[in-house]
């Protein structure tokens, strides 16, 4: 009688309209074989490489075999971008069915920020991101948000309670008024014309207690230390001792606002989210693990204290844009049919410090419309280390089963529910130790994987091995803004780091045609290959860049005549691929300008970082040398800034990077002007070579076209961010010893 009342149960649930829904796009089938009619092209491009190798002895025979290793890398790389577009599919959460439905029972929800430095992330960046989701519109008591400081700082500690106290006017502020977005900062810069919002006085009063605290703040910052004063003030200042430095501390936890107290209230009178401040043990003999560390020590923080079931993660620097996306991801979670297969959520990552034409091409908007979407159609979404919602189970380490079904129902906050913050305080601490992970299958099996640059991407793939399924969700209205990187090396450091840490899962275990075989689709396995392959693919990149233009300079054609067929490929592959991809940027809402700047910044990344990237690992994987973590700077000063607005390429620094770039760009510009001044000279030259030649001088053409900016750094520009004269020397001498080189 009991089950059949279940079975009844479960028959409306079944038939209640689903949360969430997935849609295929449009004009799938079309692309499908537009994209086959490429991949014709690319093969007869093979075949003609195969069927006209120069003769024993003829020049250019070693070089054609090179050119057909680079072709054939260049077409298995385009296939693999192929299956990030095959299945392209959306999904679409419906909150309001969220709402109706299940408002009473929301589960709780851990909120995770991590930040590692207070001078490469200022205070008041972090507590902006924390603030904004502390008035989430979601109920504040299933609210906990936690701040991991790698940098063990008790400035941000310090600012981290300044801002536990403007909560309690802001988080009013912007629910009563329903402001948007809900970080302060961003709020207080967009909307300073204080005429249109009704209730004058409240706003003027807001901003200034924003404006003062962002001061007090700031001067703490400069002074580098907190006063005595404050230093009373709290308890929790009394953990920093003269012992204390950034990679030798103990555990510090701090629950600055426990969200069980009924005396935390807001001035309104509604419960505070909790808020906790943690700084996991460091010591110089253990391995911290970078962030993948930290992760994993929330985890275990997070479960003393909240234990919510659903778990965000935000870099520091991310704020919440849409104050309703905690709600939009739950709606896939709490799906009746669907939503326990899920284990996580992926938004994209996506900035508000792009430029209008997206100088560094850092807005990603082909890959976080397109092809992460595409991996999405998979089940398979790539984790992306921020921006993120997880099940708390699936990241411990739990492989997908049915019993799923149940679990975030019950109610996880309760079994805290008898201990003091002191106790609880205590036994975090013991579990953010260093000695807490020892002989345990932390960092393996349970919570972030360690031992990779990319530590999400890996984790992810871990997830959707052991069972699980991975949504990702791309709202028109962005959920959560970061910065990105400002200028050129900053954002080659940062695809460097990124790429390192992709070609090492591609050459481990971890590679998915190995670890993910028969466990998740083969479109996924390949999809995933599109990003690992990034370190590899600069080597034909190189060789496309420098062969072929000294070649060009020595008479020596490599491609086939503009008359004979054989040229009909090739120039399909190009044009169509070219053509494809304008009309696909630009569809995502990029400018023309903007996707000239992407091949450009295309060309720069696969030349320099991927490359550096491809012998680091490679010297890594021989045991050379250990895994390093770089974190990208944020702030940059007013000049630079200015530079950026304009969208004035910042070549300043002597990095080894720009010598590349700047020899490459001044070795095409020889080539072309060295075999032009040929032609002009040599009346030897006949037509035919001519027409031979004539691919080559449009391949170098266009690599001279995407380098314009670099000449002008190189040889007209004087401000700061021009090419150093050093730099200008060194690519002068390669270039021109490179053009001497006989081939
Ligand atoms: C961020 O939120 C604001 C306010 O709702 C909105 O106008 C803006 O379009 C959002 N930004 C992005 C990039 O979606
Ligand atoms: C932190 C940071 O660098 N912010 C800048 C992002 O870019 C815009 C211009 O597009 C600047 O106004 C911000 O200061």
């Not at 002191?422 to 299958?441: F, G, H, M, P, R």
């Not at 900053?490 to 481990?508: D, M, P």
């Not at 010297?619 to 250990?626: A, D, E, T």
Request: aromatic fraction near 14%; charge should be neutral; hydrophobic fraction near 40%.
């Amino acid at each position: 009688m009991g089950t059949q009342g279940t079975v009844r149960e479960d028959q409306v649930v079944m038939e209640a309209d689903p949360l969430f829904e997935r849609r295929q796009a449009k004009g799938r089938a079309a692309y499908r074989v537009f994209a086959s009619t490429v991949f014709v092209g690319i093969c007869l491009i093979w075949i003609y490489r195969v069927s006209y190798i120069p003769r024993v002895g003829e020049r250019g025979r070693w070089v054609w075999f090179g050119m057909f290793m680079a072709e054939l890398c260049f077409g298995f790389f385009w296939v693999f971008t192929q299956s990030l577009r095959w299945n392209f599919t959306r999904s679409y959460p419906f909150k309001h069915r969220l709402s109706q439905r299940h408002e009473e029972k929301l589960p709780g929800v851990d909120i995770f920020v991590c930040t590692a430095d207070p001078v490469i992330e200022p205070p008041t960046l972090v507590i902006n991101t924390i603030l904004s989701v502390m008035s989430c519109n979601y109920p504040t008591e299933k609210l906990a948000v936690y701040l991991s400081d790698d940098g063990g700082s008790d400035l941000t500690f310090y600012a981290l309670l300044e801002a536990s106290h403007f909560a309690k006017y802001w988080i009013p502020f912007c629910k009563t008024n329903n402001i948007e977005p809900r970080s302060p900062e961003t709020y207080f810069a967009h909307n300073s014309n204080e005429q249109q919002f009704t209730n004058y006085q409240e706003w003027s009063d807001v901003k200034n207690l924003y404006e003062e605290m962002k001061e007090r703040i700031e001067s703490t910052m400069e002074r580098g230390s907190i006063s005595k004063e404050i230093r009373d003030k709290h308890k929790g200042f009394s953990e920093w001792n003269q012992n204390v430095t950034k990679n030798d501390h103990q555990p510090i936890v701090q629950i600055v606002i426990d969200g069980r107290d009924e005396t935390a209230v807001d001035n309104n009178g509604y419960r505070l989210p909790t808020l906790v401040y943690m700084a996991r043990e460091k010591r110089p003999q253990y391995s911290h693990h970078f962030k993948a560390g930290a992760m994993n020590a929330l985890i275990r923080v997070s479960s003393e204290i909240s234990n919510g079931p659903i778990i965000l993660n935000l870099d520091c620097d991310m704020y919440v844009n849409d104050s309703d996306a905690i709600r939009d991801a739950l709606c896939f979670f709490m799906d009746e049919k669907k939503g326990h297969e899920i284990a996580y959520v992926q938004h994209p990552q996506t900035f508000n410090n792009i430029t209008k034409n997206d100088l560094y091409a850092n807005s990603y908007s082909v890959a976080n419309k397109v092809e992460l979407a595409g991996m999405g159609g998979y089940g398979s979404a790539l984790y992306c280390g921020t921006g993120c919602f997880h099940r708390t189970e699936s990241l411990c380490g739990n492989s997908y089963s049915e019993d799923n079904k149940l679990r975030l129902d019950t109610n996880y906050t309760k079994k805290n529910d008898k201990k003091t913050v002191n106790e609880l305080e205590e036994a975090a601490k013991i579990v953010s130790s260093c000695s807490y992970e020892k002989d345990t299958l932390w960092g393996k099996e349970i919570g972030l994987v360690y031992g990779c640059a990319v530590e999400d991407i890996v984790t992810g793939l871990t997830i959707q091995c052991r069972g699980w399924k991975s949504v990702y969700y791309c709202p028109n209205k962005e959920a959560f803004l970061g910065v990105a990187p400002n200028t050129l090396e900053v954002a080659l450091i940062q695809h460097k780091r990124w790429c390192e840490g992709l070609f090492q899962i591609f050459l481990t275990k971890y590679c998915p045609f190995i670890y993910g075989h028969a466990k998740i689709k083969l479109g996924a396995q390949l999809g995933y290959c599109a990003y690992l392959t990034w370190a590899p693919i600069s080597l034909p990149t190189l060789y496309y860049v420098i062969v072929p233009p000294l070649c060009l300079l020595h008479g020596i054609p490599l491609f086939p005549q503009v008359s004979s067929k054989w040229f009909l490929p090739y120039a399909y592959v190009f044009i169509s691929k070219t053509v494809y991809s304008m009309v696909e940027t630009s569809a995502c809402g990029s400018t023309i300008k903007g996707w000239w700047n992407l091949q450009r910044m295309w060309v720069f990344r696969r030349t320099t970082s991927y490359f550096f990237a491809f012998i680091d690992t490679i010297i890594k994987q021989v045991g050379l040398s250990q895994t390093t973590f770089a974190i990208t700077p944020k702030m940059v000063t007013d000049d630079v800034l200015k530079r950026y607005k304009q969208e004035v390429i910042e070549f300043g620094s002597s990095n080894t990077m720009f010598t590349i770039i700047a020899t490459l760009a001044v070795l095409n510009l020889f080539s072309f002007v060295g075999a032009m001044a040929k032609r002009v000279t040599d009346l030897e030259m006949d037509f035919k070579t001519l027409e031979m030649l004539m691919p080559q001088v449009i391949l170098c053409g266009f690599v001279i076209m995407v380098n314009l900016p670099v000449y002008r750094a190189l040889f007209f520009r004087n401000d700061k961010g021009c090419m150093p004269h050093g730099v200008m020397f060194k690519s002068l001498v390669l270039a021109s010893l490179a053009c001497l080189v006989p081939i």
